[in-house]
């Protein structure tokens, strides 16, 4: 099944994003909204040690903590420098590291990542197919992709359409396979308000 036009996956893609004192505030709220997301990321990829994770819109960096506790290495990626400011804060553990950069343009070398996730922040790229060829770049071969968003409603408006609908996963499936990659399943995790849709998919 494909999504219409109409409903893109990235529908928030004109988002102001987030700076200042409002960013702040924002970046607190996740650090503890965020945590679920970052143990089932950690749980459907089977990070372990070994691993290097990129985390693509790291926000003040829970899932990437919960990777490195799991013994992996991990790069935090964020278009806000607030973010980041707050990921570094709340950041003690050893073989992490942060930059500031976009899902469609990752300041990191081809072949970095045996992980590549983005939690929660798919629906904000500008560029769906742009920010997959990112994560195919940066994957090695049968590397992880994984795409993580709240489940929504068709017609939700405001902070209520902050995620996916079903034919919205679809989409971002669909894509996932133009772009070269495999083994490609759509799941859903979680109820009611943590209900969420993820998209697994595999470098070839």
């Not at 902050?162 to 679809?170: I, K, L, R, Y």
């Not at 083994?183 to 943590?194: A, E, K, L, N, S």
Request: charged share 15%.
């Amino acid at each position: 099944m494909t999504a219409p036009k109409a409903l893109p996956v990235n529908h928030h893609a004109d988002h102001p994003g987030f700076s200042g004192l409002t960013g702040a505030i924002v970046g607190l709220m996740l650090l503890w909204m965020g945590r679920a997301n970052a143990r089932l990321a950690c749980q459907l990829t089977n990070v372990a040690t070994g691993d290097r994770v990129v985390d693509i819109g790291c926000g003040p960096g829970g899932a990437v903590r919960e990777a490195a506790r799991r013994g992996a290495l991990v790069t935090g990626v964020d278009p806000a420098p607030v973010m980041l400011r707050l990921a570094r804060t709340f950041t003690r553990a050893s073989g992490v590291g942060w930059v500031e950069g976009t899902a469609e343009s990752v300041p990191l070398p081809d072949g970095s990542a045996t992980v590549f996730w983005s939690l929660a922040t798919v629906h904000h790229w500008q560029d769906v197919g742009a920010g997959l060829g990112e994560a195919h770049r940066l994957l090695t071969r049968n590397g992880r992709l994984l795409a993580v968003e709240r489940r929504t409603q068709p017609g939700a408006t405001g902070l209520a359409s902050h995620g996916w609908t079903g034919q919205q996963a679809e989409s971002f499936a669909t894509q996932c396979r133009t772009a070269g990659f495999v083994d490609v399943t759509v799941g859903q995790h979680g109820r009611g308000r943590r209900a969420v849709w993820s998209v697994s998919a595999t470098r070839g």
